[in-house]
């Protein structure tokens, strides 16, 4: 019996001081995927800060948007929340804006735990082909450095 592969990705991220003291964890940012041998995989970026007083007619109630490229900065496709009452989701969609897979989050997404988890559903919502642990590290009562989050995403070996 084969051990599963296991790929190890290292993220260097990219934004500016003011947007990080202004819109905080909703600033732009731009976050590069290496690998160990230091070769660009792919992107993910965000281009706009989402403001309370902006009028965005691309999205509802200013929802995030996240396109990742690949290493020649082309789109593959784009992570985009969805209005909820109650949890997180968003959908995973191919550069042709075709749903690819979903991602539902518990139903309190504050940091009131020290970690959450995600699960990567199918398109049909019927499969669950993966998870993602949202952990925060670092003592909660001092306030400093509570926007530094560590994902684990752990997905099936087949593709979608």
């Known amino acids: 019996m084969s051990s599963p592969l296991t790929l190890s990705l290292f993220a260097s991220t990219a934004s500016s001081c003011c947007c990080r003291w202004c819109c905080g964890p909703q600033r732009q940012f731009k976050l590069d995927f290496y690998t160990p041998s230091d070769d660009l995989v792919f992107t993910l970026h965000r281009k706009s800060c989402r403001c309370d007083c902006c009028c965005c007619l691309d999205c509802m109630f200013c929802n995030n948007k996240v396109y990742v490229v690949d290493c020649l900065n082309r789109t593959l496709g ?5 209005y909820s009452l109650c949890g997180s989701r968003f ?13 539902v989050g518990p139903a309190c997404s ?6 959450s988890t995600l699960e990567i559903i199918d398109k049909t919502g019927e499969e669950i082909i993966g998870h993602i642990n949202k952990k925060w590290e670092g003592n909660r009562d001092d306030g400093i450095n509570m926007d530094h989050e ?3 995403i752990h997905c099936r070996s087949r593709p979608l």
């Open 150 to 152: 560590y994902f684990d």
């Open 91 to 103: 959908d995973i969609v191919d550069s042709e804006g075709a749903m690819v897979a979903k991602i």
């Open 78 to 82: 784009s992570i985009k929340q969805q």
């Open 110 to 115: 504050c940091r009131c735990a020290a970690e």
